[in-house]
């Protein structure tokens, strides 16, 4: 079973969806016997680093979480991925989770073509920058869905793939048994769906 964390922060309908879609067994919780239970985690993530951050320390679940990363797979998607950092720079300095070496700083201050626009959403094709099991059903340059205003920093050892946006903005990385995607799977049709059934299978 693959539990998504609930604490409070996003939308969790598509990616349920997507993953009963998979013919997978997930479940919505924001119970620790669960996340132990789980043979994987999924942490979502939509709006702001502090305030998600508050609302996870409120659950009592960071500890459980910590603990189970070091278990079995992992999967920290959109904001849920900042999450795993070990800080970030949106509205002040907090700190992360400390699963996977890094920062989160602002999209607008690092664009080299400040005529983007940020939030940086819609499609970009992934470069893969090295070989992981979570691609082994994607092609380099395929699609996948954004949308954010900041991205993992200082992460190069742990990134996986990236999107050019006049920078590589960090699309996926790893740690250990621990992953994130800054793309939502979930929202980027048959190949999001791909990845979500190669994590499944990890």
């Known amino acids: 079973m693959i539990a998504i964390v609930d604490y409070g922060v996003g939308n969790l309908y598509s990616l349920v969806s997507s993953l009963h879609h ?71 300095e907090h700190p992360g989770l400390g699963l996977v070496p890094g920062e989160v700083a602002d999209l607008r201050e690092d664009l080299t073509d400040k005529t983007l626009k940020v939030p940086h959403m819609g499609w970009n094709s992934l470069g ?19 949308v954010h205003s900041y991205y993992g920093k200082n992460c190069a050892e742990s990134t996986l793939a990236v999107s050019d946006y006049s920078i590589p903005v960090t699309g996926a990385v790893r740690a250990g048994r621990v992953y994130g995607t800054q793309f939502h799977p979930e929202k980027s049709g048959d190949t999001g769906l791909r990845i979500l059934k190669a994590f499944s299978e990890l």
């Open 22 to 92: 998979l013919g997978l067994a997930a479940e919505v919780t924001g119970k620790a016997e669960d996340l132990r239970a789980a043979d994987r985690i999924v942490l979502p993530g939509v709006g702001a680093f502090g305030d998600a951050r508050a609302k996870l320390d409120a659950t009592g679940l960071v500890p459980v979480l910590l603990e189970e990363a070091e278990k079995k797979p992992f999967l920290g998607i959109c904001l849920g991925m900042q999450l795993l950092f070990d800080r970030s720079f949106e509205y002040g």
């Open 128 to 146: 893969i920058r090295r070989a992981d099991p979570l691609f082994k059903y994607v092609e380099p340059g395929e699609y996948v869905y954004y």
